[in-house]
Nanobody, 125 residues
Framework: QVQLVESGGGLVQAGGSLRLSCAAS????????MGWFRQAPGKEREFVAAISITGSTTYYADSVKGRFTISRDNAKNTVYLQMNSLKPEDTAVYYCAARLGGSYSYTRGSEYDYWGQGTQVTVSS
């Protein structure tokens, strides 16, 4: 079992930046493939970014490619999502997710085993 706690959300103007963090506790963080998803009001949850167990490979949704960067610090049991050039359409609750093992580009929520409680990101125009 692993527990995930997101932080760093908030209100920002369009064009601004935020850095989300996801702190993991419980089982060995190093063994987990990590992802970020988001869900806007009235919309389905969607994939944002993911990072491999070693951090050597990253994956992004087309909508955030070039603006968002996912990274991880296995020594601190934390995964990050740096969000730059934010747009109003990025407004959503952002969730951190963990999957035990694997080396594929996991972009579906059903492929993850554990979820955080979410953090709200609001981008004003």
């Amino acid at each position: 079992q692993v527990q995930l706690v997101e932080s760093g959300g908030g209100l920002v103007q369009a064009g601004g930046s935020l850095r989300l963090s996801c702190a993991a506790s419980g089982r060995t963080f190093r063994g987990y493939f990590m992802g970020w998803f988001r869900q806007a009001p009235g919309k389905e949850r969607e994939f944002v970014a993911a990072i491999s167990i070693t951090g050597s490979t990253t994956y992004y949704a087309d909508s955030v490619k070039g603006r968002f960067t996912i990274s991880r610090d296995n020594a601190k049991n934390t995964v990050y999502l740096q969000m730059n050039s934010l747009k109003p359409e990025d407004t959503a609750v952002y969730y951190c997710a963990a999957r035990l093992g694997g080396s594929y580009s996991y972009t579906r929520g059903s492929e993850y085993d554990y979820w955080g409680q979410g953090t709200q990101v609001t981008v004003s125009s």
